[in-house]
T-cell receptor, first 116, second 116 residues
Framework: AQKVTQAQTEISVVEKEDVTLDCVYETRDTTYYLFWYKQPPSGELVFLIRRNSFDEQNEISGRYSWNFQKSTSSFNFTITASQVVDSAVYFCALSGETGGGNKLTFGTGTQLKVEL | GAGVSQSPRYKVAKRGQDVALRCDPISGHVSLFWYQQALGQGPEFLTYFQNEAQLDKSGLPSDRFFAERPEGSVSTLKIQRTQQEDSAVYLC??????????????FGPGTRLTVL
């Protein structure tokens, strides 16, 4: 079975601090994909990034960066110099061939609060 | 271009009523997904369509839940004889090509269903 664990339920930081959101996954698939989505108070899930299991290169996009480590089954997300607009719930998700290859398995999310 | 749209955004139903939730996917997207998100939880898969064919309905919680996509575009999720435990946000997502773990799913704003 596939599983995604986001152990941090809620994180509060002061603006301009760096923050890392943890994601640990379980899968028996050799080919799988990992995703991060942002859910602001409006409710819509906003796609942030997709990584496949064969590409362990870290990725940076502006203030966002992702650290994928297969050895520890982790796909962590770091926001540098956080801003109030980053306040949202962030979900890590996994898809793979097991279970149909198309459905996403989500973690329970991490609520990030960025305060002035 | 337009994203995934859902209507209504909010729905209040009395226990025992039937409800119908609509999803308009991104134009040209072949795959369409429904997820259920309980308060404080991550989305959970309900069902998946490739064009008009419902290829996976393993996540539908009971036979009171029914989904259709008759012309391969707009989809409707119907819940018969609603129960309080059906209260949740129902999210629709679409992806460009046939369902595969590589595809990125783009989500709509969701319909918040409250059953009294």
């Amino acid at each position: 079975a596939q599983k995604v664990t986001q152990a941090q339920t809620e994180i509060s930081v002061v603006e301009k601090e760096d923050v890392t959101l943890d994601c640990v996954y379980e899968t028996r698939d050799t080919t799988y994909y990992l995703f991060w989505y942002k859910q602001p108070p409006s409710g819509e899930l906003v796609f942030l990034i997709r990584r496949n299991s064969f590409d362990e290169q870290n990725e940076i996009s502006g203030r966002y960066s992702w650290n994928f480590q297969k050895s520890t089954s982790s796909f962590n997300f770091t926001i540098t110099a956080s801003q109030v607009v980053d306040s949202a719930v962030y979900f890590c998700a996994l898809s793979g061939e097991t279970g149909g290859g198309n459905k996403l398995t989500f973690g329970t999310g991490t609520q990030l609060k960025v305060e002035l | 271009g337009a994203g995934v749209s859902q209507s209504p955004r909010y729905k209040v139903a009395k226990r025992g009523q039937d409800v119908a939730l609509r999803c308009d996917p991104i134009s040209g997207h072949v795959s369409l997904f429904w997820y259920q998100q309980a308060l404080g939880q991550g989305p959970e898969f309900l069902t998946y369509f490739q064009n008009e064919a419902q290829l996976d309905k393993s996540g539908l919680p009971s036979d009171r839940f029914f989904a259709e996509r008759p012309e391969g575009s707009v989809s409707t999720l119907k819940i018969q004889r609603t129960q309080q435990e059906d209260s949740a946000v129902y999210l629709c997502a679409s992806s460009l090509v046939s369902g595969h773990s590589t595809d990125t799913q783009y989500f709509g704003p969701g319909t918040r269903l409250t059953v009294l």
